[in-house]
């Protein structure tokens, strides 16, 4: 299971519900997809890359230092 992929599913199939173009096959797939991330995070899965803020911080201290715009 990655997660990844079921944050992409989710976001894409909640959007369809948000605009009300969404079958009932699409919202049957948004709860299975919220279930399968439950289960995964439930098992101490890794956090999908966009939720994982550990890894970002990581990423923006490795970054150079921008000078600051009001100096």
Not at 33 to 54: E, F, I, K, M, N
Request: hydrophobic share 50%; proline share 6%.
């Amino acid at each position: 299971m990655d997660p990844n992929v079921i944050l992409a599913r989710l976001r894409r199939l909640a959007a369809a519900v948000i605009r009300g173009d969404a079958s009932l096959s699409d919202v049957t797939e948004l709860g299975e997809a919220v279930q399968d991330l439950d289960a995964w995070l439930s098992r101490a899965g890794a956090l999908p890359r966009a939720w994982d803020y550990s890894a970002m911080r990581a990423a923006a201290s490795a970054c150079p230092a921008r000078p600051h715009d009001d100096d």
